[in-house]
């Protein structure tokens, strides 16, 4: 037995291996088990070429053994195994990979695909083990070898004893401290779980023996611990399954077992896209939204595979904000990861896949609202409200992607309608969509000005989320119809010589409401929209008072104010008292004015400056 050192800079890279390119330690048993896949998948592209080699998958597999009494930890595969020569240069030479070398030596075919690229997998068992055996025997060849390493020591490679052909892998676990836990690593459902969640879907049987507790034979109370060998693995997932072999209940049963919500889905998407990438993928659309969905600790992104190893579990690159409610799994063979596979390069491919999954959710959110309304409607009123904040908080860059999704309730049976059939429905004479906001669409459908719109035959979109207002105002228009609030000061639609008249004719009265509100308003002026209402607030500029009312609720967010305008209305008996007050009582016109502008503020749903003050007016008018 000769001892090897590694070359002065394989030692630097092992204890980079160690202790910096992968952040997370349990990593090492999908990479050993990944390991062990190629070796089996090299046997197979031999036997392609060979006809001495019978390739029959039910003879191949992977076994993971744990010896909590020696510490040892042993990975047992029945692949091509390695030779002295194979040795030496395979684990002799960190980041030297044989698997990247087979696959360029060999033409891949049907499907298959090596997962190694890096040659580094492999040490990343020295985060958990002391010491490392390796010992193989390669295909038709009588003799086995032993690789043992306890780090940046160096090596040493003797003649082994080993009746079969492939190779096992011994980690001596390091004793457990107070920082770290490897005795994990020995735990029968510890190692259960890792399999199942980085590994489930390695194409060869991964098998464990595995002890449970059964009623002996012949027996109705008696039990008797038995250890008993089994696969843990699904090997074929379910994204490369003929989608015609597949049922609803299938996918269901496949949302159940990734987590993905207690619901069941609303609908799934299965795609295969074979192009300039080539991927798999199994998309979700919930029945119901998580409860911390709008929340900071969310966490929206999709499974991310690598030839059916899990590489991220949640890969938020692959979806938008406004679609981070769906849920699912990719594989591709043809991304770039970085080397130690828990990290994506951003490159054209994942792009290109995240762009595809994009366009997709959206035609089957569209075929959903065309083909089943009642189900899409119950999708948006869970979730539309993320698509609204992907037109406002993106500035209306996906306006063309999201604005065929949107629905609001319109005063027209205050049913939900998309914007398509809002316009369909618009007259020749409508300029305008018509809008207006509140907190519930009784409360809207009560507001002056909503009657005012609505006497004039046009249909208004009654919106009743916070972020309502914001989307449209950066959605600005729709098949060249701009959007209008009902409560615009400058509707076009209340052009009224008389009440311009009137205006004129009691400019001093109005002057002098706006002299005794001061600030509060930017205007006093007759209404020309106004028929059973005394009085209510227009507003001018871009922020309405709807928008007023939802940026003072934000925390920590500034007192913002909209430009708003008392309107009156000059057919009502109220304004013959103002009138009267003006002329005669300077006192008592304070006393209506801010009345007035109190009730204007609790009809748009506006806190009141000063309660006591108003219930004090209210007194004083009624002694």
Not at 100 to 126: H, P, R, T, W
Not at 397 to 415: A, T
Not at 416 to 432: A, I, P, S
Not at 487 to 500: F, G, I, N, P, R
Request: hydrophobic share 35%.
């Amino acid at each position: 037995m000769e001892k090897k050192e590694f070359k002065a800079e394989s030692k630097r890279l092992l204890d980079l291996m160690v202790n910096s390119i992968y952040t997370n330690k349990e990593i090492f048993l999908r990479e050993l088990i990944s390991n062990a896949s190629d070796a089996i998948d090299k046997i197979y592209y031999k036997a392609l070429t060979d006809d001495n080699i019978v390739f029959n998958k039910n003879d191949y597999f992977i076994k993971v053994s744990a010896d909590k009494e020696k510490r040892e930890l042993t990975i047992s595969d029945t692949g091509i195994g390695m030779t002295k020569e194979d040795l030496e240069e395979n684990l002799g030479i960190i980041a030297n990979s044989g698997s990247f070398a087979f696959k360029k030596e060999n033409e891949l075919k049907d499907g298959f695909d090596i997962i190694g690229q890096f040659g580094v997998g492999f040490y990343s068992a020295f985060m958990v083990a002391s010491k490392v055996t390796v010992i193989s025997k390669a295909l038709d060849r009588d003799e086995a070898y032993r690789w043992e390493s306890e780090g940046a020591d160096g090596y040493t490679i003797e003649a082994a004893s080993k009746d079969v052909t492939g190779t096992d892998i011994i980690l001596k676990l390091k004793e457990s401290t107070e920082e770290e836990n490897y005795d994990e690593y020995l735990q029968e459902y510890r190692l259960r779980g890792l399999i199942k969640r980085y590994s489930d879907f390695i194409r060869y049987p991964i098998k464990m023996d595995i002890s449970s507790r059964k009623l002996k034979e012949g027996s109705e109370d008696e039990y008797e611990d038995v250890v008993e060998e089994k696969t843990l693995n699904s090997m074929i997932p379910l994204w490369r399954k003929n989608k015609n072999e597949l049922t609803d209940q299938d996918y269901n049963n496949f949302y159940a077992e990734k987590h993905f919500g207690f619901d069941e889905p609303l609908k799934s998407i299965h795609l295969s896209v074979d192009g300039l990438v080539k991927y798999d993928a199994i998309l979700y659309l919930p029945s119901t939204p998580p409860m911390d969905l709008y929340t900071k600790e969310y966490e929206k992104g999709l499974q991310l595979y690598s030839s059916g190893v899990l590489i991220m579990d949640k890969c938020p690159d692959l979806l938008p904000d406004y679609f981070g409610f769906v849920k699912g799994v990719v594989d591709s063979e043809d991304l770039s990861l970085n080397i130690s596979r828990e990290m994506l390069q951003h490159d054209r491919q994942l792009k290109l896949i995240a762009k595809k999954i994009k366009e997709k959710i959206k035609d089957e959110l569209l075929n959903l609202l065309k083909n089943d309304r009642e189900k899409y409607e119950g999708f948006f009123n869970n979730f539309g409200k993320q698509l609204k904040y992907g037109i406002y908080s993106e500035f209306g860059m996906n306006k063309d992607l999201l604005q065929d999704l949107l629905i609001f309730y319109s005063s027209k049976d205050k049913k939900l309608v998309t914007l398509e059939e809002y316009v369909e429905r618009m007259g020749e004479d409508q300029k305008y969509i018509y809008y207006a906001g509140g907190e519930s669409l009784d409360r809207i459908d009560r507001l002056p000005q909503v009657e005012f719109i609505k006497d004039k035959g046009y249909e208004i979109l009654y919106f009743i989320d916070e972020v309502d207002e914001f989307a449209i105002k950066v959605l600005r228009d729709f098949k060249e119809k701009e959007f209008k609030s009902v409560s615009a000061a400058d509707l076009d639609l209340d052009k009224d010589e008389t009440k311009d008249k009137v205006q004129e004719e009691n400019k001093g009265l109005l002057e002098s409401m706006k002299e005794i509100l001061k600030d509060k308003v930017k205007e006093v002026r007759i209404s020309t929209r106004l028929k059973n209402h005394p009085v209510y607030l227009a507003s001018e500029g871009e922020v309405s008072i709807e928008m007023e009312k939802v940026l003072n609720q934000m925390p920590n967010g500034e007192s913002i104010k909209a430009d708003k305008v008392l309107e009156i209305n000059p057919d009502h008996k109220v304004f013959e008292k103002i009138k009267e007050t003006y002329e005669g009582d300077k006192e008592k016109l304070d006393l209506y004015t801010n009345l007035l502008y109190n009730q204007a503020l609790l009809i748009e749903g506006l806190p009141l400056e000063d309660p006591v003050e108003f219930t004090n007016n209210i007194w004083k008018l009624l002694g």
